[in-house]
Structures are given as C-alpha cells and as structure tokens.
C-alpha cells in the first residue's frame, strides 16, 4: 500500500495563509500526477489544483490567484500554498496520486486527510 502522508493543516484567521505538504513513496511520485481535494462537511469532494509529473497544473475556479500547487521531485513532496483564505476554504484536504497502469488502468492513492479550519 503506497502511503501519502500530509501535514501542515490546521486553524488561521481569515486573510491568513497555510502550507499543506504531502510526503509520497518513490516508487509512485516521479509518475504520478499529484493533487489536492477538499471536503467540507456534508458536502462532496472536490477538486482543489494538480500538478502532473511535467509540471502542469490546473486549480479549482474558487481558489486561482489564492492557491499554488507545487513539487518538489527530490524530496517527493507536493505542496500546497494557500493565502487569502476564507471560511469558505474550510474543509478535511486530502492529497491524491495518480498514473496510469497497464491497460490504461487508472491507479489512485489518497492521504489520511487534514482538517484546515479558516475563522472569520
């Protein structure tokens, strides 16, 4: 079972900023498009922003401007910097793997989840 291990989460005023990291296996990092999703409570999970193994990334309509996804390839670490926040941002964030196997079998992995709780 590849792991993804996140950290950084938690509670900040509004206008603030926080940093999500997300620690992958070397096997899957290199290969894999990374990204996060958010869950606020009694709602769906949604996309936040990717970024594929080239660099490539692409963001949710609410959090562009605010958000910038990132990786760093030796470390395999994709991050997540969030500035402006809002109470609206508040939700469980859960870092996501993913490539294509044999087949074109679509092949995912998701974090524990963190809480990030934005105060107004």
């Known amino acids: 079972q590849v792991q993804l291990v996140e950290s950084g989460g938690g509670l900040v005023q509004a206008g603030g900023s926080l940093r999500l990291s997300c620690a992958a296996a070397v096997s899957i990092f290199s290969i894999s498009t990374m990204g996060w999703y958010r869950q606020a409570p009694g709602k769906q999970r949604d996309l936040v922003a990717t970024?594929?193994?080239?660099?490539?990334?692409n963001y949710a309509d609410s959090v562009k401007g605010r958000f910038t996804i990132s990786r760093d390839n030796a470390k395999n670490t994709v991050y997540l910097q969030m500035n402006s926040l809002k109470p609206e941002d508040t939700a469980v964030y859960y870092c996501?793997?993913?490539?294509?196997?044999?087949?074109?079998?679509?092949?995912?992995?998701w974090g524990q989840g963190t809480q990030v709780t934005v105060s107004s």
């Open positions: 970024i594929t193994s080239g660099g490539t990334t």
């Open positions: 996501n793997a993913f490539y294509y196997g044999p087949g074109a079998r679509k092949i995912d992995y």
